[in-house]
């Protein structure tokens, strides 16, 4: 398992290879639907963004509250998919990491591979095995969203599978199971 | 005519609340121990693994098993020797409302389905039956979206044949892919109306995880195993933990067949009163 810090280097990223398995620590965003449609129609309207997405990683998760002494509740990803219509525009911006579940339009696929993103996957329906590698947590945006607020989560060694890497390669592509 | 009052029931449900969102069903936590030992691929069983860690994680540190604390589904069976005073509804409710807020769920329900605004607890779908007896049984299924979000139906022509059904069985699956968190529960309702099909889908999950209590229940989860999805996603024979199907009389004009399918975090929780 490759470790990655991400307050020292993101430039690791593209030597990423879909199927490989990383450790990541350091500082990420949660954002999922509702954040990922007024993030688009910030950008769309030219209007400040509340995160800086140059070098971000994003997490598409909306936690559960969190209980008294904890850093942060029950905290697994949500379907990635449903987020593929927003993330060509958040790429372009400057986005570099996702991490949920499930597959991924082609589309976004090419888009990854244009922006030299990565798209990470972990494990589904674990939340709160997840919650022992977040430290610290925080709402950073958009309060009013609930569970759906962008927050900022400081993970220590949070377990990735590289799911699509920078040269568009995809862990799901090799699959046997058709439409 | 015995008697309930609706706060006894909002207490029990509180605890239903408890008990499906930290405990993993000891029924689908044995398939998933099954599904652990008998999987050939590495990568799938590490995942099996992760599954069943979390499961402690969760009943030892007291944290939901599922961040997506799903919406609260409560079947209810009333004896018709049973009369409840006060609201029952509003006391349902508000027990899944209590039970959310003290553990520290999550509000995952908006008001209004089209304007969405800031999500809360309430409220759940609740489907009632009357049976015999003087007795209410309660069983609240926190259903997650991720899976829910697969659910497909079809009204198939009367004179289609069994092939053609279980055609569409595996093809929902197949739709579901690696997204709704495979190993996959299949609830299936076959007959009745387009809505009664679909509520046997949702109560198939209910039933005790086995293996198949018939010839096509058996053959269609073996097919499913085939597909090669597998837990996660990421390839194995684990596609599935089990096909549960439920049928009822239907119309000589139709055939609705309804697909629900549950992630490997299939919570379920029932009380008695």
Redesign the interface.
Known sequence: MKKINLSSTLNVFESLKAGEEVALSGVIYTARD?AHKRLTESIKGGKPLPITLKGAVIYY???????KG?AI????P????RMDSFTPLLLARGLKGMIG???RAKEVREEIKKYKGVYF?T???????L??HVKKSKVSAYR?????AIMKLEVKDFPL?VAIDSRGKS??KE????? | MRKIKAEKIAKAVTELVRQSSFFLRGDVLSALRRSYSSEKNPRAKKMLKAILDNASSARRKKLAICQDTGLPVVFMQIGQGVAVTGDLRSAINKGVKDGYKKYYLRDSIVIDPLERGKPGFSSCVLHTDIVKGDKIKLTLLPKGFGCENKSQLKMFKPTASIEEVKDFIVKVVKDAGPDACPPYVVGVGIGGTADHAGVMAKKALLRKISSGKSELERDLLKRINKIGIGPMGLGGENTALAVHIQTYPTHIAGLPVSVNISCHALRSASVTL
């Open positions: 509702q998760c909306g936690p559960t509250h969190t209980p904890r509740g029950s905290c697994g949500t379907t990635s998919s579940k499930g597959n996957i494990y589904a329906g674990c939340g709160a095995f919650a022992g009013d969203l609930g569970p759906e599978i862990i799901f699959q046997t199971f058709k439409k």
